[in-house]
């Protein structure tokens, strides 16, 4: 998704362009687009200058190494990566050479790709097409657009014939694990040396059917630990119904105002999401392990209501007894009660977590063996209940008349 970091002003980029588009409409103005093939990466160019249209054309044809002057450089608004604007008051000028040769692989056509094949192409945002096997979800989270807007987000492996790597997959999607896609429109991304998969706003998951094995899946980077909570820091973050990140947000208001939609929502439609910053101790080791748990394992772990702070979150959390984690790439995705040996004294069931105790108490249930954190309530007693006759007071006894 696009970066947090903000636009560049004045700046100066150089390559070579591909794909130039025919003229668009905007709502203000015409433009155009292209794609700024560099040395690692492609970079889409919006162009504002609508007379060079004929311009970049034939630039694009003759395979003329450029240098664009006076662009601004920002975080893409629809997908990872920049995006280069050139305006009114940008420059533009032909190279005699650059360091580094045209790639004719950046076509209009988006091929299809084996994993294999993806993972020999060093082009970052290069989109391909690929036919591969949901082996297993990794992890899920989130993140912000450039304009603030909410995007869920969740890790699988896939797998075909030829490899397997993993996919991140952005906003909402129903897809089931251990079926066959054709996903079209992915990009090719890089982090700390690994290529990944990322879909972007023209992905699309079309079911297959293929009867092909699937490459040999790699031992999980999951990691297993047995540990306690030391450590939290939690960040709450207001969503109003359209995903808008909201600045300002006073719980004792009956109405908030969402600067992007220009409109007052009640407060009881406003959304929070919460995450946090965890440092944990194991049992086999004396490291402090820092680690990042997402909001749809904090639900799973303990009841948050609509007007808990982040005081309330972080007590909770920090209250935890030693807990069975899962960790995926510095990102909790399980916590679970460890199991308890054969010899433990049964204890009653009690409510996970909450800020405030229960009215009853759940019943003891003396043959559950391991209590799953992911369970939002206490499981109910299903031992059918006896009524006991009630024994006569010792007065009742005393007072019997002889």
Known sequence: MASTSTASLNQSVTGYIHNVTPLRHGVKRQYFEGVLQQRHKVCKVVVFKVELHSKFL????????VQLNNVVVQPSRREDGMDILFTHQSKWCCLTSIDYPYNPTIMVTIQDQTISQILQIDMEYHRVNITAKLIQRESEGHAFLQDDVLLEKAVYTIADTTGIMELTVWGEQNLQLDSWFYITNVSLRMFRGTKFLSTTKDTKFTPTTCTDPTFPLQPTTSEQ???????????IIYICPLKHKLHNMALSCTRVLCDKCDIFYRTDAITLHTHARLKIT???SDEIK???IENHVLRATIQIPKNATTDTIMDSILDLPTMNITIHNH??????????SHTDTPQPNSPLVHFSPPTQPPAPSEDLAELDLFMVESPLDTQPKVNQPTPPSPTSIADTPK
């Open 58 to 65: 034939k630039i694009e044809k003759d395979r003329c190494p």
């Open 331 to 340: 990102y909790i995705t399980h916590l679970a009660y460890p199991e308890k």
């Open 225 to 235: 630990v047995t540990g306690n909570i030391i450590g939290a820091k939690v960040t």
């Open 282 to 284: 194991t049992t086999t």
């Open 290 to 292: 820092s680690v990042n």
